[in-house]
């Protein structure tokens, strides 16, 4: 099992768009992948839970990731945070 913090940079943080592209990247992935912000923790994989956890600029969000490719998954994902992916 692989964590790493990150500080979200786009603008929009994870809304509409940008959580569509974060979780079509996501899902490249067979590890299994979570977003966790304060006390709630999501599957990264799943639209609705990125959208409802309200992940705005300046937030500090953690991803984990567990299985194969664990590694590659956190630091890509965190990449998608740190810039605007729009």
């Known amino acids: 099992m692989v964590s ?12 509409n768009r940008q959580a569509t592209y974060f979780i079509q990247k996501a899902n490249e ?16 994989k799943s639209l609705l839970g990125v959208l409802s956890m ?3 600029q300046g937030s500090t969000v953690d991803l984990i ?3 194969p490719d ?3 998954a956190v630091d890509e ?8 992916i729009t």
């Open 4 to 15: 790493k913090q990150t500080l979200v940079k786009c603008e929009a943080g994870l809304h």
């Open 29 to 44: 992935y067979q590890s299994s992948l979570w977003l966790e912000m304060g006390d709630r923790k999501i599957n990264a």
């Open 54 to 56: 309200g992940v705005i």
């Open 65 to 67: 990731a567990d299985g």
């Open 70 to 72: 664990e590694i590659e």
């Open 77 to 84: 994902l965190a990449k998608m945070l740190e810039v605007d």
